[in-house]
């Protein structure tokens, strides 16, 4: 599955435990990470700054759904399954 532009919502519902620039502490589950844009985009997508774990995730339907409100559940769901 292709990454839906304009989604975020793993910039949104999973924690991220690793140093995010502007955000030496990582970022809590359900909060917006703020290097999320207007538009839903990674403002740091590509760069040597953004963290591995944005890199390593993979769109997938079973955790993306068919939109943003549906992903934001779903991966809220197994941020809370796993915490």
Known sequence: MECRAGCGACCIAPSISSPIPGMPEGKPAGVRCIHLDAEYLCA???RPERPAVCGGFKAEEQLCGNDRETAIRLLGWL???TA
């Open 44 to 46: 740091i997508f590509g």
């Open 79 to 81: 941020e809370q399954a």
